[in-house]
T-cell receptor
């Protein structure tokens, strides 16, 4: 079992809709979680980090963490075509480096 | 100027050649990392370093070596390149636990 799992997609949503991206992790030691956005051929860039159970909002983005269920999600409200990218979920177990999922490709249809 | 730089940005080499990918950072971070990315496999950790004297293998270190020449420089070498090392390579830095990792622009490597 991979330590961090994501559905590879593509997840297709119409412009203006809410995109919901999900991630599960296997290591209960994981304490911190990160969502990165990666455009094709470019480097990952941080969208949000979350450390505590519950929701964290930043503009159109909301990260949700449920440690009991070992589940992290990212909601993107009012999705725009420019949001079309691969979204990487990462977990930090504090041992070495972030462990990344394989990413979910999001397509926002105009 | 970018905080994390990688050279070269693109490289084509032949099987059996030794090549070096370089990473420099101006963020003052102690921790540096090398990842490779292949389609559908996400980012996989090759090596990481917490300071100049602390270098550790990641999940896919076979066929690679690293050198931490200074706090700001971390180089990745392929001793004898093979075609399945064709990938996108990223360097990253970090200050400490719970902190964000910042990525360089990547090096696209093609081994023929």
């Amino acid at each position: 079992q991979k330590e961090v799992e994501q559905n590879s997609g593509p997840l297709s949503v119409p412009e203006g809709a809410i995109a919901s991206l999900n991630c599960t992790y296997s290591d209960r030691v994981s304490q911190s979680f990160f969502w990165y956005r990666q455009y094709s051929g470019k480097s990952p860039e941080l969208i949000m980090s979350i450390y505590s159970n519950g929701d964290k909002e930043d503009g159109r983005f909301t990260a949700q963490l449920n440690k009991a269920s070992q589940y992290v999600s990212l909601l993107i409200r009012d999705s725009q075509p420019s949001d079309s990218a691969t979204y990487l979920c990462a977990a930090d177990t504090g041992r070495r480096a972030l462990t990344f999922g394989s990413g979910t490709r999001l397509q926002v249809q105009p | 100027d970018a905080d994390v730089t990688q050279t070269p940005r693109n490289r084509i080499t032949k099987t059996g050649k030794r090549i070096m990918l370089e990473c420099s950072q101006t963020k003052g971070h102690d921790r540096m990392y090398w990842y490779r990315q292949d389609p559908g496999l996400g980012l996989r950790l090759i090596y990481y370093s917490f300071d100049v004297k602390d270098i550790n293998k990641g999940e896919i270190s076979d066929g690679y070596s690293v050198s931490r020449q200074a706090q700001a420089k971390f180089s990745l070498s392929l001793e004898s390149a093979i075609p399945n090392q064709t990938a996108l390579y990223f360097c990253a830095t970090r200050t400490g636990d719970k902190e964000t990792q910042y990525f360089g622009p990547g090096t696209r490597l093609l081994v023929l």
